[in-house]
Structure formats: C-alpha cells, structure tokens
C-alpha cells in the first residue's frame, strides 16, 4: 500500500491508497478470548484483504488487522512501512474451531495470497508484506508445515512457498482506521485492482465455508 511497484497500475493505486483514511489513528483494542474459541495470526501480504477474506468464513467471529513477527513495540502504520521494526501487516483471527479448524484456515490463507513471491504481494514490496504463519503450539507448527507440502506438492503455484513459519511472540493492532477497510472503502482503487481479487480468490477456493454464497461484489 506505502510502496508501489512501477508498472501499470502503480500511480493509480498509490493516490487511492491515501484517500478515504480517518483520523481515527488510535490502535484498536483486542476483542476477549471466548470460551470455546481459539485465535490464528496470519500475515500475507495487506491487510485489507486478508481481514475481509477471513472475516467471510464460517465459525470467524471476529479479524482485527495488525503487526507481528518484528521488534518495535507499539509501532504505527508509518513506522512499519519503513521496513524497519521487522513487523509485517498482520490478521488476528478469533473462530470456534468446531466449526472451521485451524488446517482449513490455513487453506485460505494460502489461498487468499501469493505466498510463493518472497517480500512481496503484487504492487506491495517490502518485509513488511511477507508471508508468515504464526504458531502458537507444536501442533499448529506441524499443520502449517503440512500445509505448506500440501501447496507445493499441489502445482497450484509455480514457484514453491516461502511462508515463513514463525512462532508468535506480540500481535499489535492496527490503528482504528484500518479495521473493516476493504468494506468501509469500496470504491477506493486499490481496494477495487488488488484487494478484491484476493477476496475472490479465497472466496473461491474456500467455497464450503462461507458465511454468505452469494458472490461478492463491489461498484
């Protein structure tokens, strides 16, 4: 979203990405841990996307966009899109695992992203839009390990995945105006040209799982 790559869309994108955002720029707050629910962190790529992708599925109560993986304490938008805390755009994901298990998440996360292009997603360069799967116990490591030789051994992308497979340490939520930004901006060209095919595309692969069937759209 900070740093697009020059080719077709590349200026189209950057205006539409600084119009639209409020001044709301206080972090969000972390929902509660519900009994029976468990939560995944996930970064692949920005977090518009996979928040609303993630947000569409069956037994997901509830997705806040953030920062993981890096060393700066409470960072902002800003300081993260230095490439230099070491945090990439993360989701935090709060479901009911009776009803969508932790492996299917992991089908929509490697569905909803490219997670083959190392520092990258599309027009987004940088660490920052890396692709990791966090895990919080030895059987979450082992699912996403599964997970990634199911997808290479699949064909499905040309170029084998580098997720990095990472243990969570802090999750830091996103400022305020992030949150719900793929549904409150619509219309906003980055939303339109690169958020929205990756919700399509995990809506697709991830079919017998949404919370609405109806297809998605946006004019």
């Known amino acids: ?33 519900k009994p029976g629910e468990a939560v995944a962190t996930f970064a692949g790529g ?43 755009e993360s989701v935090q994901i709060y479901y009911d695992p009776k009803v969508i298990s932790y492996p299917q998440l992991l089908d ?19 660490r920052d839009y890396r692709s990791v799967a966090f895990y919080r116990t030895p059987a979450e490591k082992a699912a996403i390990q599964d997970a ?3 997808t290479n051994e699949s064909k499905h992308y040309k170029k084998p995945v580098v997720t990095e497979v990472t243990p969570i340490s802090v999750f830091y ?6 949150q719900n930004y ?5 219309d906003q060209p980055y939303i339109q040209h ?5 919700v399509e595309k995990l809506r697709k692969a991830m079919a ?8 998605l759209t946006m004019n």
């Open 1 to 33: 979203m900070k740093r697009i790559h020059m080719y077709v869309l590349s200026l189209l994108l950057l205006v539409g990405c600084v119009q639209g955002q409020s001044q709301d720029t206080a972090p969000a707050k972390l929902p509660a841990l």
């Open 46 to 88: 920005c977090f518009w996307a996979m928040e609303e992708g993630m947000n569409q599925l069956k037994g997901v109560r509830e997705v806040v966009s953030g920062y993981a993986g890096g060393i700066t304490k409470d960072p902002t938008y800003e300081e993260v899109g230095t490439d230099r805390t070491g945090h990439a």
């Open 108 to 126: 929509a996360f490697f569905a909803g992203h490219d997670p083959t292009t190392l520092n990258r997603q599309g027009p987004d360069v940088g």
């Open 148 to 150: 990634i030789k199911r």
């Open 173 to 178: 939520p996103a400022e305020n105006y992030h």
């Open 182 to 186: 793929f549904a409150l901006h619509p």
């Open 194 to 198: 690169v958020s929205l095919p990756k």
């Open 208 to 215: 017998g799982h949404l919370k609405n069937n109806n297809a």
